[in-house]
């Protein structure tokens, strides 16, 4: 069965970190470029970051850059957001999902997200 699983939301005061993985399982991660997208409550979905599978470069949404990392892990089938500085606004359901490339609008598949909330 294909699919993407996100791990790793929770709980996180403001300043604290988090890391999320997306495990994929039944396909190889190895040929997609992986994005992450945020929910917050009330907003659209927007994407936050995504690696290339050509080269691994790597973009990021003004409002994470210089506090979230994305990386993979092509051995473990596995992609990862370190999100650190951790602010209210931050607060989102995170989706990982693949596409073809970074710039790509077409998503291949969904995961079914991770509750992250940042709160005092």
């Known amino acids: 069965q294909v699919q993407l699983v996100e791990s790793g939301g929770g709980l996180v005061q403001p300043g604290g970190s988090l890391r999320l993985s997306c495990a994929a399982s039944?396909?190889?991660?190895?040929?997609?470029?992986i994005a992450w997208f945020r929910q917050a409550p009330g907003k659209e979905r927007e994407g936050v970051s995504c690696?290339?599978?050509?080269?691994?470069?790597?973009r990021y949404t003004d409002s994470v850059k210089g506090r979230f990392t994305i990386s993979r892990d092509n051995a473990k089938n596995t992609v990862y957001l370190q999100m650190n500085s951790l602010k209210p606004e931050d607060t989102a359901v995170y989706y990982c999902?693949?596409?073809?490339?970074?710039?790509?609008?077409?998503?291949?598949?969904w995961g079914k997200g991770t509750l992250v909330t940042v709160s005092s």
């Open positions: 039944g396909f190889t991660l190895d040929y997609y470029a």
């Open positions: 690696i290339s599978s050509s080269d691994g470069s790597t």
């Open positions: 999902a693949t596409k073809s490339s970074c710039s790509a609008v077409l998503i291949n598949y």
